[in-house]
């Protein structure tokens, strides 16, 4: 290839990345304890499974993991036809978890174990496919007949080395078994599906430390939420407008499908709802400790080489995975 076409290439993806990452700036004054902003993402349309609307967050080009977590998708939101199909067909899994948190929609799951489960509304599901299994994960059948909307996450958090190869596990917890916590005004109010806010801590075991929060704030109001200094976090906007640094003089105001990822420079992250905006914030803020292990990937299989990829393929074309 050219140098003229190189040069070309490297121009179209520094525009290409000026338009996904918003560049950050210099906070003049802040708490020590609150972490600063590091990089925004926006997150991106794109399909999956059959069909099935999504905005990526990550990976893409710029950010292949966020380790321990490899990828987040808002599932929609998108309005079902009645009678249409969406969804993910039978496919595989090693080395990872994969969460499904559902916000709006029902959907129905089955795997090469003989587990099955539907999740509604405010549900989780939390599948540690360690070794393997394949699993399907479609709306559910009345839904599906008669159509809706459809909202939520899947988040994958990586397995460190030594339990990538773990027996299956699924945890399903049900809207009503997840902790809420409040500000006495409630003004704030948190759903804890990992770790602990508010005074509540969360009910899901996880292999390694997670902090998985549903935020909602209103109209003005704020929170700052301790972190352990370890932990990689990152908040990402379902509704509203937020502010996530202490000096908000610069208006840095974060709007519904972006990703922003902390710094690690504190133990704190600040999150406030702008004033001027039509629905409250809403707002995941997840986080974990890295695993710092070297990360091998091929679609639906995440391991640490290169050779227990081909391995995981082997096994799935041979039958011997799930
Ligand atoms: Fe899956």
Redesign the pocket.
């Known amino acids: 290839m050219s140098k003229r076409n190189n040069q070309k290439i490297i121009k179209d993806m520094k525009q290409k990345q000026k338009e996904d990452t918003i560049a950050l700036h210099n906070s003049t004054y802040k708490n020590k304890d609150v972490r600063s902003i590091l990089k925004i993402i926006k997150s991106k349309t794109t399909q999956d499974?059959e069909g099935v609307t999504l905005n990526r967050s990550f990976p893409n080009s710029y950010i292949t993991d966020f380790d321990p977590f490899l990828l987040l998708d808002e599932i929609g939101p998108i309005d079902i036809r009645p009678g249409d199909q969406k969804g993910?067909p039978d496919?595989?899994?090693r080395g990872f978890e994969?969460v499904?948190y559902l916000l709006e929609g029902k959907f129905e799951?089955k795997d090469s174990q003989g587990h099955s489960g539907t999740i509604s509304a405010g549900d989780v599901q939390w599948?540690t496919?360690g070794s393997g299994?394949i699993?399907?994960?479609m709306p559910e059948k009345e839904f599906s007949k008669n159509g809706g909307k459809l909202h939520g996450f899947?988040l994958w958090i990586n397995l460190p080395k030594k339990n990538k190869m773990i027996k299956p596990r699924y945890q399903e917890i049900s809207s009503s078994k997840i902790p809420n916590g409040t500000t006495k005004n409630g003004n704030v109010s948190v759903k804890v599906i990992a770790g602990e806010s508010l005074g509540e801590k969360a009910v899901i075991d996880t292999i390694t430390p997670i902090m998985y929060l549903h935020f909602k704030l209103e109209h003005g109001n704020r929170i700052i939420q301790q972190v352990p200094e370890e932990y990689n976090v990152f908040a990402y906007v379902i509704k509203g407008k937020g502010l996530f640094e202490q000096n908000n003089s610069s208006n840095k105001i974060i709007e519904r499908g972006n990703l922003v990822i902390f710094d690690k420079d504190g133990e704190e992250v600040y999150i406030q709802a702008a004033k001027e905006s039509k629905d409250p914030l809403e707002l995941l803020l997840i986080g974990g400790i890295p695993l710092n292990e070297p990360i091998s990937r091929y679609g639906?299989f995440v391991m640490n080489t290169q050779q227990e990829i081909y391995q995981a393929i082997e096994d799935y074309r041979n039958g011997r995975l799930g």
């Open positions: 499974g993910f496919h595989p899994h994969t499904t799951h599948m496919a299994v699993h399907s994960e899947q639906p």
